[in-house]
C-alpha cells in the first residue's frame, strides 16, 4: 500500500462534495502535469491511502482522507471537444491522460492546516512542506500519514 496526498480547490470541488456522490467516490480527473499523471498512472493502485487537501484560501488544509477505490485508466474528459479538460492530441486509442477513482474514508471534525504541520518536525521532509512544491497529487511516507492523523485527532480533542 502507498500514501499519497491530493489537492484540490474547496471552491471547485471539496470534501462534502464526495462526501455527497453516490458510494461517496468519484473519478480524479482533469490532471494536466505529466510528473503527477505518471505517478498516478503507475503508482496509484486500488486500496492506497489519500489525505484529502483543500489548497487555496486563506487556511489550506488536510481535511480528510480518502482511498483509491480504482487504479489508472484513461481521462475520457481529454476527448471530449466541450470539456475545460479537452486535449487534441489525446485519443480512446492512445490516451495522454489518466484518472483514478477516489472514495471518501472521513472527514476531519477539524482540519489540519498547513502552518500547523510547517510546525510539527516530524513532518519537515513532507513534500508538501518542500518550497517550489506544488503538484496536485504528491507521494507521503506511511509516518506521515500517521502523524497527520494524529493530528487530526488531537484537533478534535481540543475542540
Given at each position: 500500500m502507498?500514501?499519497?496526498?491530493?489537492?484540490t480547490?474547496?471552491?471547485t470541488y471539496?470534501?462534502?462534495?464526495l462526501?455527497?456522490?453516490?458510494r461517496?467516490?468519484?473519478?480524479?480527473?482533469?490532471v494536466?502535469?505529466y510528473?503527477?499523471?505518471?505517478?498516478?498512472?503507475?503508482?496509484?493502485?486500488k486500496?492506497?491511502r489519500v489525505?484529502f487537501?483543500?489548497?487555496?484560501g486563506?487556511?489550506?488544509a488536510?481535511?480528510g482522507?480518502?482511498?483509491?477505490?480504482?487504479?489508472?485508466?484513461?481521462?475520457?474528459?481529454?476527448?471530449?471537444?466541450?470539456?475545460?479538460?479537452?486535449?487534441?492530441?489525446?485519443?480512446?486509442?492512445?490516451?495522454?491522460?489518466?484518472m483514478v477513482?477516489v472514495q471518501?474514508?472521513?472527514?476531519?471534525?477539524?482540519?489540519?492546516?498547513?502552518?500547523?504541520?510547517?510546525?510539527e518536525?516530524q513532518l519537515?521532509?513532507?513534500?508538501?512542506l518542500?518550497?517550489?512544491?506544488?503538484?496536485?497529487?504528491?507521494?507521503v511516507?506511511e509516518?506521515?500519514?500517521?502523524v497527520?492523523?494524529?493530528m487530526?485527532e488531537?484537533a478534535k480533542?481540543k475542540?
Amino acid at each position: 500500500m502507498k500514501y499519497w496526498l491530493m489537492k484540490t480547490e474547496p471552491g471547485t470541488y471539496s470534501i462534502e462534495d464526495l462526501a455527497k456522490e453516490k458510494r461517496k467516490t468519484t473519478c480524479w480527473e482533469g490532471v494536466r502535469n505529466y510528473q503527477a499523471r505518471n505517478m498516478m498512472r503507475d503508482d496509484f493502485k486500488k486500496g492506497d491511502r489519500v489525505l484529502f487537501y483543500h489548497s487555496g484560501g486563506k487556511d489550506p488544509a488536510v481535511v480528510g482522507t480518502a482511498k483509491i477505490a480504482k487504479g489508472a485508466y484513461p481521462d475520457h474528459f481529454a476527448w471530449d471537444s466541450g470539456s475545460k479538460y479537452y486535449d487534441p492530441k489525446s485519443s480512446p486509442e492512445n490516451p495522454r491522460w489518466f484518472m483514478v477513482d477516489v472514495q471518501l474514508d472521513k472527514a476531519f471534525e477539524q482540519p489540519v492546516t498547513l502552518s500547523q504541520m510547517r510546525n510539527e518536525p516530524q513532518l519537515e521532509q513532507m513534500e508538501l512542506l518542500r518550497k517550489g512544491s506544488r503538484l496536485s497529487v504528491q507521494p507521503v511516507t506511511e509516518s506521515e500519514f500517521e502523524v497527520v492523523l494524529k493530528m487530526a485527532e488531537a484537533a478534535k480533542n481540543k475542540a
